[in-house]
């Protein structure tokens, strides 16, 4: 198929260069568009061996943190800050054992690691973050605190941590999450909205050689001390040599000023004087340092121009502190956007296709931009990407674009006119991992680059329920049977040399016998049996075992073991990982039946089922011991991900923390290594040893590889 694909697309590419039968060459190219897209539809979800199952419970969970809030709940981008991070201890903490706790960042990363740090309540009264557990971690996505010997927190204790950090370097909103050693599930504070530290300036249209309004919002008033009713404003350049112009009449402008801790006044606008980029006002009352102020100015967007023009504005009163706007582009916008994902599951992998008008033209060597952050829609997965101009008869597979998670650049091998009908499809996009309405999709071309925002989409939940777990009885360690429904063979598996891995929460125990363990097959029955030969981990929390007889491929499957030892530990976030070739059932969409029955009409709606899973990959293999600390990077695909790692020796744990990372991204992990750990690496050949990493991964499957550590 893909073959097929890649010959009919080379074919059009070859007659497209040589301008040649137009009318053909139109209808090959959305045949080709179409089979490409189909085509890639069906590879970018292709069968693949290991699932985790969904949630399942063991006992009663408690001991989790609770009431976690935070102050401020606004800041300003990049700006030192004083944060404080109260909550609810659940289970007692003691410095004594060990124990720890840790704030992780969800969404934008602070812009510097928190300093300053205190940890106060009950009798604990501590600064820093070393304890006796080890150094702690400071850094823009984790903050932990080891508790020193003589650190204790109750158990129902109202505990804050106090710390001054950078505030993220980017608009948006954040969050923290905090946990404990004693239980790892976090507890989240309400969102932190992030602002512009300074002026803002916004045009009232955008488009080259506009007659407009200027609005400049945010302006402090400092260090002035003379010229007190004076105000210039200059238009600088950021991108391009054009410049806005402001007029030169009294007219154009109104200022208002807000003393500090005062209302909003209006200040009359005696005179304007502008000599092209800059225009310096005269005001009636004088300001004083403290006031806040907000003005409209009219004037002329830059003339046409063939690249990108963009522009700020600083604005200085008398002899006082200049501040300098943000930019605004000038330029066309896009026309007749449309967007139109494959497949509208949150999480899935899949298709788009963009359709645009241009406005105006863009120069081969330029490109076509797309931005979605607030889901975010990763582009970072895309697998191809063709662009098809219906109007010019051309179209490319492209190479050499920039793709991230919520923003992909793709360059243009050749020039798009002025009002050209453009087409992109780009195969293996992945969609936000929450459910909501997209609103914010936006396209620049590099002739227009003002965004414009395609129309609401949905993306909606996965009908699938995944694999599933039920345990019976559910209690904490007491004997049970485990029984794993929903699973699909993902490939054959040969009867009596085909294997199934079993990777359980620590704590669990799989018997040592192989006759515990049976398939049953409800698509082949002759696939069903209970297994036989020698297991492999048998004993432990992993075990492998050889199903009896052959499974097909996209046969359904349950596997049933008995006389299973559950953990001691209650949890309700345990998973279960299948490696092999096994999946779980293919996504799908939610759907709602109705049934009608004269005289009186019955609707049921299936139960949405859990969202698709997260996948943790790219684990470092070697890193650097440092003042007992060791900082390791993962990165999260599919959908957000949260859970643990953990670092052993053999048998001994040696350290670990807890994460969170957005869909998409590589986070840095900071690990503060115990007393044994440290001992272990002292004591070691050239100050070098190998342990194991784990990383849990709530709704996911766990990952374990060998970390090289060296001091």
């Keep these: ?58 006992g009663a969970p408690s001991g989790a943190v609770s009431g976690v809030l935070v102050t401020p709940s ?148 400092a260090g002035l001390s003379s010229s007190t009713t004076s105000l210039v404003l200059t238009a600088i350049p950021t991108a391009g040599s054009e410049t806005l112009s402001f007029l030169n009449a009294t007219a154009g402008y109104a200022v208002t000023f807000t003393p500090s801790g005062g209302s909003a006044t209006s200040d009359t606008v005696e005179s304007a004087t502008s000599i092209g980029a800059s225009v310096t006002l005269s005001l009636g009352t004088a300001l004083v340092n403290g006031d806040t102020l907000a003005l409209t100015a009219t004037g002329t967007n830059p003339a046409t121009s063939s690249s990108t023009v963009s522009d700020e504005v600083s604005v200085q009163p008398g002899n006082g502190t200049t501040e300098t706007t943000n930019s605004v582009t000038f330029g066309g916008s896009v026309t007749d956007l449309t967007v139109s994902p494959a497949s ?16 105006d033209a863009a120069a081969a060597g330029g490109s076509i931009s797309f931005s979605e952050t607030t889901g975010p829609t990763n582009f970072s997965t895309v697998s191809g990407i063709e662009v098809i101009d219906s109007t010019q008869n051309w179209h490319f597979v492209a190479t050499g674009s920039v793709l991230g998670d919520g923003t992909a650049t793709i360059p243009l091998s050749y020039a798009i006119s002025a009002h050209d009908s453009v087409t992109v499809i780009a195969a ?40 599933l777990v039920t345990v019976s009885p559910p209690s904490t360690g007491v004997t049970a049977t485990y029984a794993i429904t929903n699973v699909v063979a993902s490939s054959a598996l040969a009867g009596g ?120 990959a790219d684990l470092t293999t070697s890193a650097t011991v440092s003042k007992r600390a060791v900082h390791v990077k993962l990165r999260c695909t599919v959908v957000a991900c949260k859970g643990t790692i953990s670092l052993v020796d053999v048998v001994t744990r040696i350290g670990g923390n807890n994460y969170t990372a957005k869909a998409g991204k590589t986070v840095t992990i900071g690990i503060g290594l115990n007393s044994k750990g440290v ?31 060296t001091e």
């Excluded at 137009?22 to 890639?40: I, N, S």
């Excluded at 199952?53 to 063991?58: A, G, K, P």
């Excluded at 989240?188 to 045009?203: C, E, K």
């Design 1 to 58: 198929m893909r073959t097929l694909i890649q010959k009919a697309v080379g074919n059009v590419r070859r007659r497209g260069r040589r301008q040649r039968a137009p009318k053909m060459l139109a209808a090959a190219a959305v045949l080709t568009a179409g089979a490409l897209a189909a085509g890639l539809a069906v590879n970018s979800a292709p069968a693949y061996a290991d699932v985790t199952s969904s949630n399942y419970t063991i």
């Design 74 to 221: 606004a800041v300003s981008k990049s700006q030192s800050t004083n944060f404080q991070v109260s909550f609810t201890v659940g289970n007692a903490l003691s410095g004594g054992a060990d124990d720890w706790v840790s704030v992780a960042v969800n969404g934008l990363p602070l812009s510097a690691a928190p300093t300053n740090i205190d940890l106060v309540g009950s009798s604990c009264i501590q600064s820093g973050t070393s304890g006796a557990g080890g150094a702690g971690t400071s850094a823009t996505t984790l903050l932990t605190v080891e508790l020193g010997t003589s650190c204790n927190l109750a158990s129902g204790t109202t505990a804050q941590l106090d710390f001054t950090a950078g505030a993220p370097g980017s608009l948006g909103t954040f969050s923290f999450s905090v946990s404990t050693s004693r239980n790892s599930t976090a507890a989240q504070s309400g969102n932190v909205t992030v602002n512009n530290a300074g002026p803002t300036l916004t045009a009232a249209l955008s488009s080259f050689g506009a007659n407009t309004t200027y609005t400049i919002t945010g302006v402090t008033v």
């Design 344 to 359: 509208t599951i949150a999480g899935a992998n899949t298709v788009y296709t963009v359709s645009f008008e241009a406005a």
């Design 428 to 467: 293996g996009v992945t969609n936000p991992s929450n459910t909501g309405t997209i609103t914010d999709f936006e396209v620049t071309t590099s002739g227009d680059p003002v965004a414009a925002y395609a129309p609401a989409y949905p993306i909606g939940a996965n009908g699938s329920p995944g694999v």
């Design 497 to 616: 040399s085909g294997t199934i891995e079993l990777e359980a929460p620590a704590g669990t125990v799989f018997p040592n016998n192989s006759s515990f363990f049976t398939v049953s097959d409800a698509t082949t029955p002759t696939g069903s049996g209970t297994a036989s030969g020698t297991l492999s981990g048998g004993g432990t929390n992993n075990v492998t075992f050889t199903v009896p007889n052959t499974v097909n491929s996209g046969d359904k499957l349950t596997i049933t073991v008995s006389d299973v030892l559950n953990p001691t530990s209650a949890s309700s976030t345990y998973t279960i990982t299948l490696v092999g070739g096994v999946t779980g059932l293919a996504p799908t969409v939610p759907t709602t039946t109705t049934t009608t029955t004269a005289p009186t009409t019955t609707t049921t709606t299936t139960k949405k089922p859990p969202a698709p899973k997260p996948v943790v």
């Design 679 to 709: 001992s272990y690496l002292k004591g070691a050949k050239h100050h070098t040893i190998k342990v194991w990493a784990t990383v849990t991964v709530n709704g996911g499957k766990t990952i374990k590889t060998r970390l090289t550590l």
